[in-house]
C-alpha cells in the first residue's frame, strides 16, 4: 500500500533547473494534463499555475481555501479538482506526558523526565489531501513555537504524510520510519552524545521524502526516491519553503549542514 502510494505521489514532479551560484528559477507552471495537484515551485503564482492548468484563479482557490489575492508558498500543494469536503479549521490542544506515553525508564538516564515533556496536538493534512489531528512529543518550552509552525504549515498547505497515533491517522503501518515526530531518547547515531530529540528539542518531519545522506548511507529506506533535491514533490522540504516556518521560528535545519545532510532535521541547537 505505502509503495503504491509514493510511486503515485512521484508521478507529479516539479523539476528546476539550478544554475551555478543562482537561487532556483521556475520556468512557467509545470502542471501536467490531468493532474489533480500541483506542488508550488519557486517563481510560480497561482495566476500562472491556474493558466498552466487551464483553470480560474478563483476556482482554485476556492478548492484549497486561499482567498484572493491567493498567495501560494513554495512547497504548498495545490489541489486542482473539487474536493469531496472541505478541510475544517485548524486546531491545537496540549496534554501532560505520562512515563508510560514516552517507554520512560530510569535506568536509561533519558536528560528530560517526562514531567518536562508536552503532547502537542495540531491538525495536518495528509499526502492524499485529507485532514487529520496529529500529535508530537516537545519540551514544553518549546510548545507555542511548535504550534505555531505547524499552523503556519498548515496554512500554507504543505502535507505531512503520517504523525501520531497512527492506529488513527494510517491504520495497518507499521513502519515508524514515516511519521513525523519529536522527542525519542536517543543518542546522535555512532556517539554516545545525547540527540536534541532526547531534550525535546528536535522535530523530524515526513522523514521519508526528506532523508539523512551520510556518505553512502540513506535514511530511512526508500529515501533514495528523493534524492533530486531540485525537485518539487508531495512532502519534500526546501530552504525557499516549508523550512522557513522551522527557520523563522528559531529552528537550525539539517538541510543545510555540510558534514552530512538530515533534509528532516529541524533542531533548537544545529545539532
Known amino acids: 500500500m505505502l509503495k503504491r502510494l509514493i510511486a503515485a505521489l512521484l508521478s507529479v514532479v516539479v523539476p528546476v533547473a ?16 490531468g ?11 497561482m495566476r500562472g499555475i491556474a493558466r498552466a492548468a487551464g483553470l ?46 514516552v517507554n520512560w525508564n530510569p535506568a536509561s538516564r533519558c536528560p528530560v523526565p517526562p514531567a518536562a515533556l508536552r503532547k502537542v ?33 498548515f496554512r500554507w498547505r504543505y502535507r505531512i504524510m503520517a504523525m501520531a497515533p497512527m492506529s488513527v491517522n494510517m491504520p495497518g503501518e507499521r513502519n515508524m520510519g514515516i511519521v513525523t515526530a ?6 546522535v547515531g555512532g556517539t554516545t552524545v545525547w540527540s536534541e530529540h532526547a531534550y525535546g528539542t528536535a522535530i ?4 521519508l521524502q526528506n532523508p539523512m545522506i551520510r556518505g553512502g548511507s540513506i535514511s530511512p529506506e526508500g ?21 522557513r ?4 521560528n528559531g529552528y537550525f535545519w539539517g538541510g543545510q549542514w555540510r558534514s552530512l545532510k538530515d533534509y528532516m532535521h529541524f533542531s533548537l541547537t544545529n545539532r
Request: proline fraction near 10%; charge should be positive; hydrophobic fraction near 40%.
Open 56 to 101: 480560474r484563479m478563483a476556482d482554485i482557490g476556492r478548492w484549497n481555501q486561499i482567498v484572493p489575492p491567493y498567495p501560494v508558498h513554495v512547497d504548498e500543494t495545490l489541489r486542482l479538482t473539487p474536493p469531496r469536503v472541505q478541510l475544517r479549521d485548524w486546531r491545537t490542544h496540549v496534554d501532560l506526558v505520562t512515563p508510560p506515553m
Open 245 to 248: 516556518a522551522f527557520t523563522r
Open 182 to 187: 519529536g522527542y525519542s531518547c536517543r543518542p
Open 204 to 207: 523530524d518531519i515526513n522523514p
Open 35 to 45: 493532474s489533480v495537484w500541483h506542488v508550488v515551485a519557486p517563481g510560480e503564482t
Open 121 to 153: 496536538w495540531v491538525s495536518y493534512i495528509d499526502l492524499q489531501g485529507n485532514y487529520h489531528d496529529g500529535s508530537i512529543i516537545v519540551h514544553r518550552d518549546v510548545v507555542p513555537r511548535v504550534q505555531k509552525i505547524f499552523f503556519t504549515l
Open 18 to 33: 539550478v544554475l551555478p551560484g543562482r537561487s532556483a528559477l521556475a520556468a512557467p507552471a509545470a502542471v501536467r494534463p
Open 223 to 243: 529515501g533514495h526516491r528523493y534524492l533530486n533535491r531540485s525537485s518539487y514533490n508531495i512532502g519534500m522540504i526546501h530552504a525557499e519553503g516549508a523550512a
